[in-house]
């Protein structure tokens, strides 16, 4: 059961177009509205005509246009309005231009963050070990008191597999800690440093 606060109706328009506000916490298009004859449509193509020329352009769509794109909508620069159910990679997941997480960006401290863009294994800021318990530690399932930062699907994946190489040396080896000859020889993928398994995909 959705919150009632979310179950009500509200129309506006924006962009001269009616958005309604109805099982959603923003303003959205009451449907999709296909305006060009093609998708893509004249200026998308124009566009992806200019960015060929610099850059290889074989999984380009269409072009969106951001500043309009709004909830579960997508924008296109012809005037097109798509519904997005995956919302680009799943990366959007309370949708375009969500209102709280553009006044997130309001706050100085949050750009800085954004725009200096730490490698927080390395050298993260005096505020992360805050920001973890209160936001991560916050929601974690029960029982698991560790967190792994990651920035995408793929390093995520990539790491997985680090980690799981990791646990089976320290496994084999029957401790946490490096000798001299392991540490010199890993580099080199030669020696006691080398791991001899692999990953395999299977269907």
């Not at 009616?18 to 298009?29: A, F, G, H, I, R």
């Not at 005509?49 to 380009?60: F, I, M, P, R």
Request: some cysteine; proline content about 5%.
């Amino acid at each position: 059961m959705l919150p009632k606060a979310h179950m009500h109706m509200r129309k506006c328009n924006v962009f001269q177009h009616n958005l309604v506000k109805q099982y959603s916490t923003t303003l959205e298009p009451k449907e999709p509205v296909v305006r060009s004859k093609t998708i893509p449509g004249p200026k998308s193509s124009e566009l992806k005509t200019q960015l060929g020329a610099v850059q290889s352009t074989g999984t380009v769509q269409y072009f969106a246009d951001y500043n309009k794109s709004i909830g579960n909508y997508i924008f296109d620069v012809d005037g097109n309005i798509l519904l997005d159910v995956y919302t680009q990679i799943s990366s959007v997941p309370l949708g375009y231009n969500h209102p709280r997480l553009l006044n997130l960006f309001k706050d100085d401290k949050n750009i800085k963050t954004l725009i200096n863009r730490p490698a927080l294994g390395v050298f993260p800021g005096k505020e992360w070990p805050e920001k973890l318990q209160s936001i991560l530690m916050n929601i974690a399932p029960k029982g698991l008191n560790k967190i792994t930062t990651m920035m995408c699907g793929s390093c995520s994946n990539e790491n997985a597999f680090k980690s799981i190489f990791i646990w089976y040396q320290n496994k084999t080896r029957g401790s946490t800690t490096f000798t001299a000859e392991e540490m010199n020889s890993c580099s080199g993928c030669v020696g006691t440093g080398r791991v001899t398994g692999g990953t395999i995909s299977c269907k």
